[in-house]
């Protein structure tokens, strides 16, 4: 059972804006930075947004992620089909002494 | 760039011990912002941190798993490898080895190898 909760699944119609929501604690999201991969079907994740809303180098900025208090949320603005993916929020858990991952939310699009 | 590549047997049996290598190339494992980690991932299921390992040999280990996980490093071959022992068919799963930057925890894992299927079966 992770500690981090995320919506199963998300969809949205091409062009349209996404919003996935990734529901903490205060030993993990509420005390450190929060990260999020993207999984296409078939390959090993993928690093999306780093400390909260930082993106790597060739992520596009139609990705974009926020945090606030114990929850985080990651925004795809411009939805693409190459967008369709699992999506997983991830953070150190102060308690757990461990990194967590959130349970995962499959992006669809319509 | 940096990249790093799985290997090990794809099938294991119950009560024996899974053990993978984590080959980097394209950069130094002996580097002092990173640490170097596995996660696994069971068919159909979501992703779960087992562990990470510095160069020098320091571990932070899943607390649900740490009983039955050793990871070590090998600087001269730039590896690092995960034995986990006493296997059950939940322990099936997808194992990708990841680097993790670190700030003051451990952090982001990028980049991540492909991953290998371990299948634990009779």
């Known amino acids: 059972q992770s500690v981090l909760t995320q919506p199963p699944s998300a969809s949205g119609t091409p062009g349209q804006r996404v919003t996935i929501s990734c529901s903490g604690g205060s030993s993990n999201i509420g005390s450190n930075t929060v990260n999020w991969y993207q999984q296409l079907p078939g390959t090993a994740p993928k690093l999306l947004i780093y400390?909260?809303?930082q993106r790597p180098s060739g992520v596009p900025d139609r990705f974009s992620g926020s945090k606030s208090g114990t929850s985080a949320s990651l925004a795809i603005s411009g939805l693409q089909s190459e967008d369709e993916a699992d999506y997983y929020c991830a953070a150190w858990d102060d308690s757990l002494n461990g990194y967590v991952f959130g349970t995962g939310t499959k992006v669809t699009v319509l | 760039q940096l990249q790093l590549q799985e290997s090990g047997p794809g099938l294991v049996k119950p009560s024996e011990t899974l053990s993978l290598t984590c080959t980097v190339s394209?950069?130094?494992?002996?580097?002092?912002?990173?640490?170097w980690g596995w996660i696994r991932q069971p068919p159909g299921k979501g992703l779960e941190w087992i562990g990470s390992i510095y160069y020098s040999g320091s571990t932070y280990y899943n607390p649900s798993l740490k009983s039955r996980v050793t990871i070590s490093v090998d600087t001269s071959k730039n590896q690092f490898s995960l034995k986990l022992s006493s296997v059950t068919a939940a322990d099936t799963a997808v194992y990708y080895c990841a680097r993790s930057t670190v700030t003051t925890i451990l952090n982001w894992f990028d980049p991540w190898g492909r991953g290998t299927l371990v299948t634990v079966s009779s």
């Open positions: 400390s909260n809303n």
């Open positions: 394209g950069g130094s494992i002996r580097s002092n912002t990173y640490y």
